[in-house]
């Protein structure tokens, strides 16, 4: 069965701070990997897409790394803004999967002053 | 705006009531989604369109849920006697086709069932 496991489930930091949060998949065969930022009550928003030959990517203060032989991803934060306070859901793609996306449950990040 | 647009962004209920929903897609986008997301849980997958073909449905989508989209452009997704479980957000996303993957989703529509 195709899961995706975030680590933590939440995690509260101080502005300025750095932080990595953690997803692993076994999803299979494996296509691309996806992490979304959504805000409390609004819809997830993409931050980063990563193919299978990617290590890593960057988007601002964002940086995710991608290991496919171990199957983990992982998503860092530079610097922290108390505009990161949102949750993040890593969304792993099967090859042939048609519309099959599989998401994991999210890390919901607080950063705090 | 051409990103995905959803009305109502709010939705009280009572039990029992029916109530539907709207979802407006990125205008060059053959497939629309329709996704159910609790407090504190990622998306489950309900439902997509491929135009107006609905070509796949969740075993989450009960009797009581229908989908739509009619003209291959907008979707509506009703709730027929709505329970307190249906109480969540209902996200729609849509993507270009042959790219599910790239799926642009829409504010949500948060639904509670009193």
């Known amino acids: 069965k195709n899961q995706v496991e975030q680590s933590p489930q939440s995690l509260i930091i101080l502005e300025g701070k750095n932080c990595t949060l953690q997803c692993n998949y076994t999803v299979s065969p494996f296509s691309n990997l996806r992490w979304y930022k959504q805000d409390t009550g609004r819809g997830p928003v993409s931050l980063t897409i990563?193919?299978?030959?990617?290590n890593t990517k960057s988007n601002g203060r964002y940086t995710a790394t991608l290991d496919a032989d171990t199957k983990q991803s992982s998503l860092h934060i530079t610097a922290s803004q108390l505009s990161d306070s949102a949750s993040y859901i890593c969304?792993?793609?099967?090859?042939?999967?048609?519309?099959?996306?599989?998401f994991g449950g999210g890390t919901r990040l607080m950063v705090k002053p | 705006d051409t990103g995905v647009s959803q009305d109502p962004r709010h939705k009280i209920t009572k039990r029992g009531q029916n109530v539907t929903f709207r979802c407006d897609p990125i205008?060059?986008?053959?497939?629309l989604y329709w996704y159910r997301q609790t407090l504190g849980q990622g998306p489950e997958f309900l439902t997509y369109?491929?135009?107006?073909?609905?070509?796949?449905k969740s075993r989450l989508l009960s009797d009581r849920f229908s989908a739509e989209r009619p003209k291959g452009s907008f979707s509506t997704l009703e709730i027929q006697r709505t329970e307190q479980g249906d109480s969540a957000m209902y996200l729609c996303?849509?993507?270009?086709?042959?790219?599910?993957?790239?799926?642009?989703f829409g504010p949500g529509t948060r639904l509670t069932v009193t």
């Open positions: 369109f491929q135009n107006e073909a609905q070509l796949e």
């Open positions: 996303a849509s993507s270009p086709s042959g790219q599910a993957y790239e799926q642009y």
């Open positions: 990563m193919t299978f030959s990617e």
């Open positions: 969304v792993v793609s099967a090859v042939n999967a048609g519309n099959m996306l599989t």
């Open positions: 205008s060059e986008h053959n497939r």
